[in-house]
């Protein structure tokens, strides 16, 4: 499905490529945020959590700015697949599927209140972080260092995650 779509918009500018990913991106994080949502409202409120928890009002700027450098970066990636057309399919690929465990994290850890399934889960999405940051440096290097703030940030909760598993278990 993406080597289809890459090859019928390769004629499309770089600031077309790069709209798209942004758009791509916010509209997986909309996704996720409707996921937490019920969550956040009902499950997560009484838990025990640890005293570095960030205030909730910090989480949406947060992902809105990491959903659009993540879709900047892809679409910096995208733009040169008439150069590097192998590795730049590999690097979306593995872009698509970060991005998929990025919106089930949500799912699992505020959609199902498993903080335990969705720590086991972001480890996963964290090595794909990387491996996306990987590939994508060798292609374009803005884009592989746009992806440094999102694995900060996945660390970051990695940590958080795994604090409240731990002191509600």
């Known amino acids: 499905m993406i080597c289809v779509i890459l090859k019928k918009k390769s004629a499309m500018n770089k600031y077309t490529k790069i709209s798209v990913m942004v758009v791509t991106c916010v509209a997986a994080g909309y996704f996720a945020g409707v996921a937490t949502q019920s969550g956040v409202n009902t499950w997560y409120p009484p838990l025990e959590k640890p005293v570095f928890n960030p205030p909730s009002w910090i989480f949406a700027p947060v992902w809105t700015a990491l959903y659009i450098m993540m879709g900047v970066a892809a679409g910096l990636v995208w733009n040169k697949i ?26 699992l850890f505020f959609g199902m209140g498993n903080p335990l399934l969705a720590l086991i889960e972001i480890v996963v999405l964290w090595l ?10 060798k292609i374009d290097k803005i884009a592989g260092y746009l992806f440094i703030p999102y694995l900060i940030w ?11 598993w731990w002191l509600n278990r």
Do not use: C, P, R
Request: charged content about 15%.
């Open 82 to 107: 008439d150069d590097h057309k192998e590795a730049v399919q590999k690097a979306l690929l593995f872009f698509a599927i970060q991005l998929g465990l990025n919106i089930l994290w949500s799912f």
């Open 128 to 137: 794909m972080i990387y491996e996306t940051y990987a590939k994508f440096v």
């Open 154 to 164: 996945v660390s970051f909760a990695t940590v958080l995650n795994g604090s409240i």
